[in-house]
């Protein structure tokens, strides 16, 4: 990622860091992401970002614009792991003598630390967007005046027909359902449709922020500052964002298990395009791109401005031994 030398272990704290500081200052976004691309013609609630989060305040509170961040919260350290330290790997395979790879082997490192990320971002993914929709799935019903059976098996104590519920699933609930039902499987809906976008992602971010970032650069050896890392790091995040929203919209629709009474059901990926198309036209698959791009850039910019400052070799160095 950054220029720096930075020995695994701290890359891997600094990506952890990274993730949780960067999933608390964006959630809200991304809760708002999520709602609006999950809306269906016939049952839109919300008419912008904005207009999402105000009405999430007005009927959860505050904290509702929280739903679901304790699992990202929870995973989102392993998932920086992995992806840093899978392109760590790719990288140091694909150099030869430490020259500087070429565009399509960063790229080809990129793919690879995409592909491995998949194994906790899936059931991560799978698991927040239900926690994420549930109050917009439980207004838009309750208004209707329509009990979905999903949200009753779900939540048998707390469900009033005609009223919204006071309480909501939580990941603990979701999970033992899922593997009671489905098993594993049930955790790893949507594989294909996250492989589809992620691998795209890192296979457009890591070389374009490999290349932005070389060109803030003080000398031919020295880094950059961290401003630029930081500029680089939102720019390539959020351009690489944009560009794969449509698998993004696909994804969230697939592993969306709770639907209002009128919206449709997807069995795959080919599926969900042709209904999207037919239903919604061409414009739905860049729902939620603005919000996602708000999302991604300070998430990859902040990972960039911890690279700068050695967290991890920071925290390593009051470990015994060092």
């Avoid at 989102?76 to 140091?92: G, H, M, Y």
């Amino acid at each position: 990622m950054a220029d720096k030398q930075i020995s695994l272990p701290a890359k891997l704290i600094n990506g952890g860091i990274a993730g949780l500081i960067g999933v608390s200052c964006v959630f809200p976004i991304d809760l708002a992401k999520t709602r609006l691309q999950n809306q269906q013609n016939g049952s839109r609630l919300y008419t912008s970002m904005s207009d999402c989060l105000i009405k999430t305040i007005r009927s959860e509170g505050y904290f509702g614009m929280y739903r679901g961040s304790a699992v990202n919260l929870t995973l989102v350290t392993p998932e920086k792991a992995i992806k840093l330290a899978a392109n760590d790997f790719f990288r140091q395979y694909l150099s030869k003598d430490g020259q500087k790879l070429t565009l399509v082997k960063e790229m080809l490192a990129g793919c690879g630390a995409g592909t491995c990320q998949v194994i906790v971002t899936t059931p991560m993914e799978m698991l927040k967007i239900q926690l994420q929709d549930a109050g917009r799935i439980v207004l838009y019903d309750s208004h209707a005046n329509i009990l979905i059976n999903a949200q009753r098996k779900l939540m048998p104590e707390t469900v009033v027909p005609g009223t919204v519920p006071t309480k909501s699933p939580t990941a603990m609930q979701l999970t033992r359902e899922l593997l009671k039902e489905k098993g594993i499987a049930g955790l790893y809906k949507g594989l294909g449709a996250t492989l589809l976008r992620d691998v795209p992602f890192s296979i457009i971010y890591f070389p374009l922020f490999a290349n932005l970032n070389t060109l803030g650069k003080r000398g031919a050896e020295g880094p950059a500052p961290f401003y630029v890392s930081f500029l680089a790091g939102c720019l390539a995040g959020s351009t690489a964002a944009v560009a794969v929203n449509p698998v993004d919209v696909i994804k969230t629709r697939i592993q969306s298990m709770n639907r209002g009474s009128t919206e449709e059901t997807y069995s795959g990926v080919t599926d969900c395009i042709s209904k999207i198309l037919k239903n919604e036209g061409p414009s739905a698959f860049l729902k939620g791109a603005y919000c996602r791009a708000l999302v991604i850039a300070p998430l990859f910019g902040i990972a960039q401005v911890v690279y700068f400052f050695g967290a991890g070799e920071y925290i390593l160095s009051f470990l015994p031994g060092n």
